[in-house]
C-alpha cells in the first residue's frame, strides 16, 4: 500500500474519531507533543485537545474533507485542506469549517495536528 493511501485512510479514520467522539483514537495515535491551534489562536496540547473532546456538547453527524493535498518527503507527510463538520449543541444546529494543516513523520509514534476552526450557526 502507497503512502498516499495509508494517509487517505488515516484522513477517514480521523473524521470518523470526531464524529464517534473516540478519544481513544486520539490517544494512540497523536504524538505525545502533538498541538493544535483553535479558532483564537490558542494552543491546545494533546491532553487539553482530549479533554476538552471528552467535555464537548457538539454531536458531530458529519464531517467532509475537502481541498486536501498531500506532500510525502522522507519521513514527513504534510497535509493541508479544509474540514467540514455538521452537528448539533445544545441550542441549534452547526457547520464548523476547519482548516487543516497535518504534519506527520515516521520518526514518531503518532501524529501532530495544527489545525484552525471557525463554528458556523445553520438556520
Not at 5 to 17: C, G, Q, T, V, Y
Not at 97 to 113: C, D, E, P, Y
Request: no cysteine.
Amino acid at each position: 500500500m502507497s503512502d498516499f493511501a495509508i494517509l487517505n485512510f488515516m484522513k477517514r479514520d480521523w473524521n470518523n474519531a470526531l464524529i464517534k467522539r473516540d478519544t481513544a483514537w486520539f490517544e494512540r495515535n497523536f504524538t505525545g507533543d502533538a498541538s493544535e491551534i483553535n479558532g483564537t489562536g490558542a494552543i491546545r496540547r494533546r491532553a487539553k485537545f482530549i479533554e476538552q473532546m471528552k467535555a464537548d456538547k457538539i454531536a458531530s453527524e458529519t464531517a467532509e474533507l475537502s481541498e486536501m493535498d498531500m506532500r510525502i518527503e522522507g519521513g514527513t507527510a504534510v497535509m493541508t485542506g479544509v474540514n467540514y463538520l455538521k452537528g448539533r449543541d445544545e441550542k441549534t444546529s452547526l457547520l464548523i469549517k476547519r482548516f487543516v494543516l497535518r504534519i506527520h513523520s515516521s520518526n514518531a509514534t503518532g501524529v501532530g495536528s495544527i489545525g484552525r476552526r471557525r463554528k458556523h450557526r445553520l438556520r
